[in-house]
């Protein structure tokens, strides 16, 4: 499995979600929202560069030579 965990969260309830599916509102009309997804994305962009250039380092020079 890859995966990377994230310190920040954005955690979504019923309200807003509803208010989001239904009413067509916005993470901006939930300032509490909108202010958490920035640290999170944020991170979420920092992992993905530092996963990326992860792949590409193994991809060029393997550790382990493959199994015969």
Not at 1 to 18: F, R, S, W, Y
Not at 25 to 34: I, N, R
Not at 36 to 44: C, G, N, Q
Not at 59 to 65: K, R, Y
């Amino acid at each position: 499995m890859q995966v990377a965990t994230l310190k920040h969260t954005v955690h979504i309830g019923a309200v807003e979600m509803i208010g989001m599916l239904r009413e067509g509102k916005t993470m901006a009309d939930f300032p509490y929202l909108d202010d958490a997804a920035v640290p999170m994305l944020d991170e979420l962009v920092w992992w993905t560069n530092s996963l990326k250039a992860g792949r590409k380092a193994t991809q060029a020079a393997p550790v382990f030579a493959a199994a015969k």
